[in-house]
T-cell receptor, first 112, second 114 residues
Framework: TQLLEQSPQFLSIQEGENLTVYCNSSSVFSSLQWYRQEPGEGPVLLVTVVTGGEVKKLKRLTFQFGDARKDSSLHITAAQPGDTGLYLCAGARTGTASKLTFGTGTRLQVTL | KAGVTQTPRYLIKTRGQQVTLSCSPISGHRSVSWYQQTPGQGLQFLFEYFSETQRNKGNFPGRFSGRQFSNSRSEMNVSTLELGDSALYLC?????????????FGSGTRLTVV
């Protein structure tokens, strides 16, 4: 059973467009992380959010943790080819804080 | 500083064989976690070690095992390999146990079982 569903599964956009990736669950998470993974490499941590309603910005990327800590979103402004990759959300649940549950993934391709 | 190092990068094994994968964490990191990544199931947690003790274990059969040494290096072992064990095995290290410290992943070991 996949506890974290991401949408969309695939996204192909042109440089300069904006996009939002969603990560949804029926479970509450104590914290949520976003990673980007490129082919042949391991995931790279982008951000960790721990408070319901929290918003974090990383240059053109904006991350939000839902008020109820069951969902999150990643918004990219003016996408660039370098943003291409697999975006993964991952949640930690209270009591098993070191065990991450990963989302289904969103594969983003940004073309010129 | 050096990142998380996983060896080997690629491995081809035959059904029924066993395999050992190695992970050297970032210097100073004492927590090591292992994940399996497949196209169908995505990333799934295998186990986590901290100070040579297994702290958490995922829902994998007993054929999957691991250990951590006093220098924080970790190995995972899969016995009696099955075709379905073909996957990218990722190791992640952290300063201490708990995700709040942030995980750094290695590039993985690509295991193919034929």
């Amino acid at each position: 059973t996949q506890l974290l569903e991401q949408s969309p599964q695939f996204l192909s956009i042109q440089e300069g467009e904006n996009l939002t990736v969603y990560c949804n669950s029926s479970s509450v998470f104590s914290s949520l992380q976003w990673y980007r993974q490129e082919p042949g490499e391991g995931p790279v941590l982008l951000v960790t959010v721990v408070t319901g309603g929290e918003v974090k910005k990383l240059k053109r990327l904006t991350f939000q943790f839902g008020d109820a800590r069951k969902d999150s979103s990643l918004h990219i402004t003016a996408a660039q080819p370098g943003d291409t990759g697999l975006y993964l959300c991952a949640g930690a649940r209270t009591g098993t804080a070191s065990k991450l549950t990963f989302g289904t993934g969103t594969r983003l391709q940004v073309t010129l | 500083k050096a990142g998380v190092t996983q060896t080997p990068r690629y491995l081809i094994k035959t059904r029924g064989q066993q395999v050992t994968l190695s992970c050297s964490p970032i210097s100073g990191h004492r927590s090591v976690s292992w994940y399996q990544q497949t196209p169908g199931q995505g990333l799934q947690f295998l186990f986590e070690y901290f100070s040579e003790t297994q702290r958490n274990k995922g829902n994998f059969p007993g054929r999957f095992s691991g250990r951590q040494f006093s220098n924080s290096r970790s190995e995972m072992n899969v016995s009696t390999l099955e075709l379905g064990d073909s996957a990218l095995y990722l190791c992640a290290s952290s300063l201490a146990a708990g995700v709040d410290y942030g995980y750094t992943f290695g590039s993985g070991t690509r295991l193919t079982v034929v």
